[in-house]
């Protein structure tokens, strides 16, 4: 493939509450990048709800590509290719991305780049750390994931770590909405912790002992909803910044214990950070401290670029596609599939 040009991919992004599409240009420069959330709905419910998600990327969609387009001054004819989140995520709003994007590649005879939606997510990180290259060791953590991840190389990469039940993003907002915080409740859980005093109610620190690298967050969860009931039982309440700062600082203790342990077994010392929960405060300054100290390179993802979005998924088509991972209009969407099958 001829990569003497600039490559700019159109990439359509529709996993879960976003409906978000962007132009990018070889993999690191962002010319448009538009972003429709759906929070405000699915606040009045205290989590997504899928079949509202998918009506909305419906609705959403077709302006959202249109605006990423205007937004970078180019036409559709003028892109290389059409990427799109194809999975893992809601299968149902994944639909929605996949078929539109089939329907535009069809159209303006483009190819098809099919982009697995955690790899975009470490993707970012070329975004906004334009030096970054393979290999490293990633921490990926959202509501739905959190792996310790081995980039060999753009597109091949193997799972070092991961959670046994829960995912670190999805506790915290379990927790989050128990104390009586509104969806997304990780976001506001961390700005209620910075104020707290993590040491007031300790918290468990779940360990998988023939599995040093994989996390296990249900007993953590269940002790700090235990905390809150036993609290509401007695007629009291918890101190909501002290219990978010206490729970915070074991979730995140958790995480960055596992992925340096990973580093240091396995002789990395470039790091990084990706996905919704790459934006929590105490998660950012621990690594930042912990790097420091032992000397490793940290990047981390603008925090604009930690929740999902068009740019990320641009970024990592890029690298799918000069590779040659294409797909033609058999493409379906998955609900799960490993980040190492791509």
């Known amino acids: 493939m001829n990569t003497d040009k600039p490559i700019k991919i ?19 420069r962002v010319l448009s990048n538009v972003v429709v959330s759906q929070i405000d709905e699915h606040k009045l419910y205290g989590g997504v709800v899928p079949e509202i998600a998918s009506r909305r990327h419906v ?15 180019l036409a559709l ?19 929605v991305g996949v078929n539109f994007a089939k329907g535009l590649s ?8 099919p982009v697995h939606h955690l790899r975009s997510h470490i993707a970012s ?3 906004t750390n334009t030096e970054l290259e393979p290999p490293f060791l990633c921490l990926v953590v959202s509501g739905g994931h959190s792996h310790i991840v081995a980039v060999d190389d753009y ?11 829960d995912a670190a993003g999805e506790v915290f907002d379990k927790v989050a909405r128990t104390i009586g915080m509104p969806y997304p409740g990780g976001v506001n859980l961390d700005k209620k912790a910075e104020l707290g005093n993590d040491a007031a109610y300790p918290m468990p620190h779940p360990r998988i002992p023939d599995a040093p690298y994989d996390f296990s967050f249900s007993g953590l969860k269940t002790a700090a909803l235990n905390v809150i009931n036993n609290a509401r039982m007695k007629g009291g ?8 700062a206490s729970y915070r600082r074991a979730v995140v203790g958790c995480l960055t214990e596992n992925f340096i342990k990973a ?6 010392k470039k790091l990084v950070i990706a996905g919704g929960v790459s934006a929590n405060t105490l998660l950012r300054r621990e690594l930042e401290r912990i790097c420091g100290e032992k000397g490793f390179t940290l990047c981390k993802p603008e925090l604009k670029y930690c929740g999902d979005n068009g740019a990320m998924v641009g970024a990592q088509a890029y690298y799918e596609y000069i590779s040659g991972n294409t797909a033609d209009l058999s493409l379906n969407a998955a609900a799960t599939k490993s980040i190492e099958e791509g």
């Open 10 to 28: 159109l990439a359509i992004e529709s996993s879960c509450d976003e409906t978000a599409a962007a132009v990018v240009e070889d993999g690191r």
């Open 59 to 73: 609705e959403a969609i077709t302006g959202v590509v249109d605006k990423a387009l205007e937004d970078a001054k």
């Open 77 to 95: 004819s003028d892109v290389d290719a059409i990427a799109v989140t194809y999975a893992p995520g809601l299968i149902g709003a994944l639909l």
């Open 106 to 113: 069809y159209a303006a005879k483009k190819p098809l780049v």
């Open 125 to 127: 990180n070329y975004i």
């Open 155 to 165: 597109t091949k990469m193997r799972i070092i770590g991961k959670t046994r039940d």
């Open 237 to 244: 309440e918890v101190d909501v910044q002290d219990l978010s």
């Open 263 to 268: 580093a240091e077994d396995l002789g990395y």
